[in-house]
């Protein structure tokens, strides 16, 4: 069950940012003069591809225990294959046209990857909390 809460709060995360950053690529395309047109198929591309990605994040979960080493080449391989993930999406999805909208695709994946890391984070140790002090009352009962 706790597998399936990351699951959803990662996909509702990644949702998020790749649509604002979808939303911020407009905002300066309309302000460079050179305006991108979006597909009727954007929002469902981008709901699928936060799907596909948040996947294998569960192989990546706390609670599991690997050594730094093996956490760390973990984390690599599943940055990488993520990678790949979404710049084969994009390309298939006509996220980006050119090599600029390719870098600017790019940098933003690795600006999510490390922001949907941070939330991971926050919401495991305000699990924790909530844990900790739900054994607090237990102990001041007794």
């Known amino acids: 069950m706790k597998n399936m809460r990351y699951l959803i709060a990662q996909t509702f995360m990644l949702t998020f940012l790749i649509t604002t950053v979808i939303s911020l690529e407009g905002i300066a395309s309309y302000l460079s003069g050179d305006p991108i047109t979006l597909s ?13 990605c948040s ?3 569960v ?3 706390p609670g599991t225990s690997f050594t730094k080493k093996q956490w760390a ?23 980006y046209t050119t090599k600029p909208y390719f870098f600017i695709t790019s940098i933003a994946f690795f600006v999510i990857y490390v922001l949907i890391w941070i939330g991971i984070r926050m919401i495991g140790r ?10 607090k009352n237990i102990q001041d009962e007794e």
Do not use: Q
């Open 59 to 61: 192989l990546l979960l």
């Open 40 to 52: 009727w198929y954007l929002p469902g591309s981008v709901l699928l591809v936060s799907i596909l």
């Open 73 to 95: 080449l973990r984390k690599l391989l599943h940055c990488f294959f993520l990678y790949l993930l979404v710049m084969g999406s994009g390309y298939l999805f006509h996220w």
């Open 55 to 57: 996947l294998p994040t």
């Open 126 to 135: 305000y699990e924790e909390k909530l844990i900790n002090d739900a054994l």
